[in-house]
Antibody, heavy 121, light 107 residues
Framework: EVQLVESGGGLVQPGRSLRLSCAAS????????MHWVRQAPGKGLEWVSG????????VYADSVKGRFTISRDNAKNSLYLQMNSLRAEDTAFYYC??????????????WGQGTLVTVSS | DIQLTQSPSSLSASVGDRVTITCRAS??????LHWYQQKPGEAPKLLIS???NLESGVPSRFSGSGSGTDFTLTISSLQPEDFATYYC?????????FGPGTKVDLK
């Protein structure tokens, strides 16, 4: 059974940093791209960042480029999102998701339950 | 960036109704258009990938069609568990984008 469990969310002041983690199990982690998708409370889905199976391709939404860094550790079956220079508008539930395609970017077939990041003074 | 719009933004329907949701892309996404369902307090669930490929376990009352810039999600006979918000998403560009969502609620 595929499981994705996010952690690391919480309350943080504007301008500070936070690192999210996603622990994956139930599939061959190093065969699939992974993504972070966020959802502000009561709002729609916003794709944040994606990373290819071998970390060779890192992609970011314009809204986070230069502030957020996605990474993965295939030996630990883990995905990360380093978030720097946080802003109030980064407040959201952050979901980790698995790409459906084998060693390619496509749709997102499994999702974690999300971790809430609140940016406020 | 490829922008996705959805119409309507919300709709009210009854059990048994046929429901159609439209997703339009600002440029061609070929067939790389996917549909998700999200219920309150839950993570999104992939329903249909690459325009019309029904995911395992998804009821056959859901179907998808389209190509290029215009796509539709159809629910042939709405069931109580289908009241949710539906999002389209494109993967033609690796600057992935979601549509703003269509909320389906009970009339």
């Amino acid at each position: 059974e595929v499981q994705l469990v996010e952690s690391g969310g919480g309350l943080v002041q504007p301008g500070r940093s936070l690192r999210l983690s996603c622990a994956a199990s139930g599939f061959t982690f190093d065969d699939y791209a992974m993504h972070w998708v966020r959802q502000a409370p009561g709002k729609g889905l916003e794709w944040v960042s994606g990373i290819s199976f071998n970390s060779g391709s890192l992609v970011y939404a314009d809204s986070v480029k230069g502030r957020f860094t996605i990474s993965r550790d295939n030996a630990k079956n883990s995905l990360y999102l380093q978030m720097n220079s946080l802003r109030a508008e980064d407040t959201a539930f952050y979901y980790c998701s698995k790409d459906k395609a084998f060693r390619y970017f496509d749709s997102m077939d499994f999702w974690g339950q999300g971790t809430l990041v609140t940016v406020s003074s | 960036d490829i922008q996705l719009t959805q119409s309507p933004s919300s709709l009210s329907a009854s059990v048994g109704d046929r429901v159609t949701i439209t997703c339009r892309a600002s440029q061609s996404v070929s067939h790389y258009l996917h549909w998700y369902q999200q219920k309150p307090g839950e993570a999104p669930k992939l329903l249909i990938s690459v325009t019309s490929n029904l995911e395992s376990g998804v009821p056959s009352r859901f179907s998808g069609s389209g190509s290029g810039t215009d796509f539709t999600l159809t629910i042939s006979s709405l069931q109580p568990e289908d009241f949710a918000t539906y999002y389209c998403q494109q993967s033609y560009s690796t600057l992935f984008t979601f549509g703003p969502g269509t909320k389906v609620d009970l009339k």
